[in-house]
């Protein structure tokens, strides 16, 4: 625009200095074949288009003439919006003249930048939150919606935040005494059906894997009961109640070993799986970034993914009930955190052949 201004503005200037010297008899015979040409162009054109530039130097050069005068003039426009013009033109001056000397915040550290970018890029089904939760625990501090605004601007779409329950409001405030358990299908790359029984902490959101069979049974079930209770007397937990389903492989038998360790079954509903929202959740997350993306061959092989599996989960991914911290790792301490961060070496750590993965400084 200023370009284009410019321009128009030497232009005129030379059409100026070209009727100085003009007769008045020359210069009224040129007006009025231009003010006939100027009502030809109107009887062709529907609605010219002007540029900006056009509009500034129109404005600049009538707005001193009074309205009579404007309304005998033969222009392409009206005088009102010729007016409209000039108060639009002054408003733009006025805002860039108050305009704050320091808009808003600096701009994200431009490694940071590059990280989030290589995280979403790395890792598919990761959103804002996932990766804001990743940048926490390698000790760099950004706000989620910095993260958010990083990667609409790059055009990469961020995952909606999803909304709690009223079972899960409850069950939080509940949670240091509860414990929640499960049984999940596999299918195996020849079709074969596998069975999960996994335990998870309310409280930590610590996950056990007791287990996985093909033919699961009320002893067997029983039998993992007894390992759960070893697990959780090694971690010290205090859990008081035991949340499942009404599944006929959870004998009185199975009951009454939890009860020997102070332990109270709590049953679901019939069909309302909100009651054990944390552990359906948990399966979820287990099948989206594990079972979804891995082909199990056979018993053996579903053990060993799961095992790897939980010991991400406690040891590395993020939670966001937990501010972003993992079950059995705390936040880094902020006098851990490198001071001034302007070059970021990160390195990747692979699990499952790239499946999962771990980001952390490099030593």
């Not at 915040?105 to 940071?112: D, E, Q």
């Not at 054990?276 to 099948?287: A, F, G, L, P, V």
Request: net charge positive; aromatic share 8%; hydrophobic share 45%.
């Amino acid at each position: 625009m200023l370009l284009r201004l410019a321009y128009l503005a030497v232009t005129n200037t030379f059409s100026f200095m070209r009727l100085l010297p003009m007769a008045d008899r020359d210069k009224e015979i040129e007006i009025l074949v231009l003010r006939h040409q100027v009502t030809v162009l109107r009887r062709q054109v529907a609605k010219p288009v002007f540029t900006p530039a056009d509009r500034f130097l129109l404005s600049g050069l009538l707005h001193h003439l009074p309205m009579d005068k404007l309304r005998q003039l033969i222009l392409l426009v009206r005088p009102d919006t010729l007016l409209r013009w000039h108060r639009d033109l002054l408003s733009r001056r006025h805002a860039v003249a108050s305009a704050p000397r320091w808009p808003g915040r600096p701009r994200t550290v431009r490694s940071i930048r590059a990280l989030v970018l290589r995280l979403a890029q790395e890792n598919s089904t990761w959103g804002y939150r996932r990766i804001h939760g990743e940048l926490a625990a390698l000790g760099i501090k950004v706000a989620a919606s910095t993260v958010w605004e990083i990667l609409k601007e790059h055009g990469i779409a961020p995952s909606p935040q999803r909304t709690h329950t009223g079972w899960a409001d409850f069950l939080r405030d509940q949670a240091g005494a509860l414990l929640a358990c499960d049984f999940f299908e596999v299918r195996t790359l020849t079709g074969a059906r596998l069975y999960v029984f996994a335990v998870i902490e309310h409280a930590t959101r610590r996950i056990h894997i007791l287990g996985t069979t093909a033919h699961p049974t009320g002893q067997w079930v029983t039998q993992l009961g007894r390992n759960l209770l070893m697990d959780l007397h090694e971690a010290d937990t205090t859990a008081t109640f035991l949340i499942r389903d009404r599944d006929a492989k959870f004998t009185a038998v199975f009951d009454a070993v939890l009860a020997d360790a102070a332990i109270q079954v709590v049953t679901t509903g019939i069909r309302i799986p909100r009651m054990n929202s944390i552990m359906e959740c948990w399966i979820q997350t287990c099948r989206r970034e594990l079972l979804d993306r891995t082909l199990i061959w056979n018993q053996r092989h579903l053990l060993h993914t799961l095992r790897e599996f939980e010991t991400f989960y406690n040891e590395h991914r993020p939670h966001r009930t937990l501010r972003q911290a993992a079950p059995l790792r705390p936040l880094p301490e902020p006098s851990t955190i490198p001071a001034g961060i302007t070059r970021l070496d990160i390195r990747r750590h692979d699990r499952l052949g790239g499946v999962l993965g771990e980001y952390a400084h490099a030593a």
